[in-house]
């Protein structure tokens, strides 16, 4: 496998980076996690998009315009071969010395690492998940703003870890209010009597590619009203169904949250026909861009 830093391919056991840089010493860096199906970047300029926009706030400078990053994207997924992978693109502050001043890192670095997706086993899709709710908070919009996607995931890891020391697959941050945000590393959804409902951006959560792609599929081709909405765990409790949706998850139903039997403790009819709606979409030109169609630069 080869990766991309700075400009060159290096290959996997080459590839690395400075103990200087501020991403290594402080997590100062933004990054995104991307899939291709079939050669096709899943909503590649949305990803792009977010980057950009998490790296503007966390004053980082790109250097390399949205154009390049995306064929050099594409250039990774060409270069090692794959078809169906998961692309990992960090912008880091780059080398700086022990300090906290940004300004002593000179230049950011572009790392890109493109690799055969680990799927979650079909036997997790059909099973559904367990979610246990952490006691970590997810940081809100007055601290660093749950929009950015930055290399600090230290509270979302300790989330996950708890939940994982539960025997649970997911953890649900609620956010300083004690409202559902989302869990450790996906969106979450409920349906209520044929309405499916998912928290709004100023709960505190990221706002996910494939949560959009979900609410887009749930209106347009599962005629469901779709409403952004604040809730609480009861309300999930309640739900006829949950599920939850991310990059590596794709869209995954939930059975069980804090113990509570989710619906009939299978994953729901609407879940399921949302994912065979998602699985047939990744396939379609406005899914994303083409990585073996796009001209070298
Ligand atoms: N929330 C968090 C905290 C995440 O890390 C992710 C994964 N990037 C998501 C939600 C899902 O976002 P997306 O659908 O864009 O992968």
Request: glycine share 8%; net charge neutral; proline share 3%.
């Amino acid at each position: 496998m080869k990766v991309y830093i700075d400009g060159q391919f290096y290959e996997k056991n080459e590839a690395k980076v400075s103990v200087f840089d501020h991403g290594v010493l402080y997590g100062d860096g933004v990054f995104e996690g991307i899939r291709s199906y079939n050669g096709r970047v899943f909503r590649l300029r949305e990803h792009l998009d977010r980057l950009y926009d998490s790296a503007k706030a966390i004053l980082l400078d790109v250097p390399m315009t949205k154009k390049e990053m995306e064929e050099i994207v594409c250039q990774a997924i060409r270069t090692n071969g794959l078809k169906d992978a998961y692309i990992r693109v960090l912008v880091t502050r780059g080398v700086g010395d022990l300090g906290l001043d940004m300004r002593k890192c000179l230049k950011a670095s572009i790392i890109i690492i493109a690799d055969k997706i680990q799927l979650y086993p079909e036997e997790v899709y059909n099973r559904g998940l367990t979610l246990m709710v952490s006691h970590l908070r997810r940081v809100g919009p007055t601290q660093l703003s749950p929009t950015i996607k930055s290399l600090n995931y230290l509270n979302n890891i300790l989330a996950r870890a708890e939940a994982s020391r539960a025997n649970c697959d997911e953890a649900i941050l609620l956010n300083e209010q004690g409202y559902v945000s989302e869990c450790s590393g996906d969106n979450i959804f409920f349906i209520r009597d044929n309405k499916l409902y998912t928290p709004p951006v100023w709960v505190g959560i990221l706002e996910g590619i494939t949560r959009m792609v979900a609410m887009e599929l749930g209106e347009k081709q599962l005629g469901l009203h779709v409403e952004e909405k604040v809730f609480t765990l009861p309300q999930l409790y309640r739900a006829d169904e949950v599920f939850v949706t991310g990059t590596g998850a794709e869209i995954i139903g939930v059975i069980k949250v804090n113990g509570r039997v989710i619906g009939d403790g299978k994953p729901g009819p609407i879940t399921k026909n949302l994912i065979a709606a998602f699985r047939d979409y990744v396939k379609t030109p406005e899914a994303g861009v083409e990585a073996y169609q796009t001209a070298a630069v």
